[in-house]
């Protein structure tokens, strides 16, 4: 292999696919990218088993071969290089690299070694730009399962219906769910279900970038294709939680609120909340025109705040987790916000005023 | 104790002293800040038994009193509340505290139990502006010693000399020697040291103030007086290390580089040192008017780079810790470095272009 590119294109491919290497893989061969020359470009591939992202790069191909290289050393070393041309030469297993004054020589492993990507050959389902699909997906991410012992819930719901598709991920504590418009009518529809890896590296990859994703589904595996970059998933099998079911229809006491006084007053009052628990209380007098905030840990002290207000329906009171509103309400970005409950012990409802297409469940605590 | 005074006033106040208190204090009482009205003011006090701080704070006392609260959410829950009128009040052991729609009942303790932080009485030895004293203290306090195995070391060297003061720190593989002016004579000398976290906590404290810092320094202990704040610490007892004997008054090899071209290359190459050792090779060869830096780890590869500079003197290599050399040259200011050695396991000097104030030196690995 024998080729030459820009710093800048190396880099930035680099650090596309480097993120899903694995630091402690127990195959030494996962804690490499697979450099491959390939119709006049430079292909990056990583992949964790799971995931695997691939990059193209333009350079000037003079040789063409193959070869893995520590995505740790590569990585670093090329993004500390000067902006300039970078002359990349294998010999046996090592790499040769030149940049201005730079030289070095990296041991690699063969590339026979490395794990194939399965390849998604289906037609894309669906093309979504990335300022709506990318926005959409930290809408919700936060909420679903950390622990894999509920394998379907430690991912997020993709529900393509005709032209929606319907974004979703809980813990079965709380639930986001957003509905983003596609330009064209998904026949048949599908529902599927991505890690939540997958989801979180799709939005460190494309998160600068604009333009239009392509996703592509097969029978167990997801293709987001966006330029020169593909990132292919597995999916977990299982069907998502019918949460439709817990979303409330109704309420008995309503009122709306400034986000940021709402979210400010939570996190004022909160710091004298118990540890573990985490509780609040949110208490609402719509004879009084008064949301009361509280809470109290018997060590600490008491703490509360009121906020003056028109409420609709009952007098009514909720415990909740604070941290759990407060990642609700920090992912809703309207000026207003609408929250609904019917009692102490069913679930309650934040969703922004000015939108239809997202709503965040809670389930409370107990009193 | 009642009193009111404005949420800046006392967010600043608290900031100040509440660093110095231990999170793990074995004594609940060193978790605590003292609050006491003194003189018309709110007078706050936190120590660590070792370091002790101080800050008057302006407002309005209606009733004289004291109680020491705890500095973790005492100091959290003043940070988030509005920028408005904070009215305190006291009633046992409990404080009440009232900003716009917040109110808070925090529990304390009695300030009796509260240690006695010492006072210096003595005539300040001298006055130094914030603006010279903060970064003339950052370009030597890292090089002190981390373990208190060698309590001397652990600490930095304050030095007065007629109208000098000269700091210092090392930990034997290092040492950073800075040169601070002053206005006026400091009769008869003095010489100290003060431990490495009452330095950092000066530095921390008094970045970003600008004004003159008062210094007084009695048998055992040291006060450094900055406006509202006073801070007190211990002296740590013995004889610094006489240091001069190691400085090199001569060199074989010297050479003028660009600092941040020298920073940026020995940052690069170095991602292919071993890591426990971190050392990297220097190879100053006059005749090819060139310095080549080298690293290399038999698993990773290797790693180098020239920089084309003239260089005074015989051909020459020396072996380093490059973690320490980038801790040098970062806190060197000046665009130009001077770097001079004299064998390869002798120490190697460090110091800017421009100013004779400040001297740097390493010690070699041996080869």
Redesign the interface.
């Known amino acids: 292999m024998k080729l030459s590119c820009t710093q800048e294109k190396l880099n930035q491919g680099l650090s596309k696919v480097s993120h899903v290497v694995k630091k402690d893989a127990t195959l030494p061969i996962l804690s490499n990218i697979l450099f491959e020359t390939k119709e006049g470009r430079l292909k990056l591939s990583a992949t964790d088993l799971e995931i695997g992202v691939r990059c193209n790069i333009l350079g000037k191909i003079e040789k063409e071969g193959t070869l893995t290289l520590?995505a740790d050393?590569i990585t670093?070393?090329v993004n500390?290089?000067p902006e300039s041309r970078v002359n990349l030469e294998t010999t046996d297993q090592?790499l040769h690299l030149k940049c201005e004054?730079?030289?070095?020589?990296?041991?690699g492993l063969p590339s026979k070694e490395f794990p194939i990507i399965p390849e998604v050959k289906t037609e894309p389902l669906t093309k979504i730009p990335t300022d709506l699909f990318i926005p959409s997906l930290n809408q919700i991410i936060f909420a679903a399962a950390q622990e894999e012992s509920r394998p379907e819930i430690s991912g997020v719901s993709f529900n393509f219906k005709k032209n929606l598709l319907v974004l979703a991920a809980t813990d079965s504590y709380r639930l986001a769910e957003k509905r983003v418009k596609l330009e064209s009518e998904v026949k048949g529809g599908k529902s599927i279900i991505i890690p939540i890896r997958t989801a979180q590296e799709l939005v460190r990859i494309l998160s600068e970038e604009v333009g239009d994703v392509l996703v592509s589904v097969s029978e167990n595996q997801i293709l987001f294709h966006f330029n020169e970059v593909d990132m292919t998933s597995r999916l977990i099998e299982g069907q998502y939680p019918k949460y439709q079911e817990i979303i409330p229809h109704e309420f008995k006491t309503r009122v709306v609120l400034d986000t940021n006084l709402f979210l400010?007053?939570i996190?004022?009052?909160s710091?004298?909340s118990r540890e573990a628990a985490s509780d609040i209380k949110m208490e609402l007098d719509p004879s009084k025109e008064e949301i009361t905030i509280s809470a109290e840990t018997s060590?600490?002290?008491?703490?509360?705040?009121?906020?003056?207000t028109k409420i609709e329906g009952e007098k009514n009171s909720i415990n909740f987790n604070y941290r759990y509103v407060l990642e609700g309400l920090s992912v809703i970005t309207s000026p207003q916000v609408i929250f609904e409950m019917t009692t102490d012990s069913a679930p309650a409802v934040l969703k922004p005023a000015d939108s239809k297409d997202y709503i965040y469940i809670v389930m409370p605590i107990k009193q």
Not at 299 to 308: R, T
């Open positions: 520590p050393i670093s070393y500390s290089l090592i004054s730079f030289e070095a020589n990296i041991k400010d007053t996190k004022t009052v710091l004298f060590q600490v002290g008491k703490s509360e705040s009121k906020i003056k």
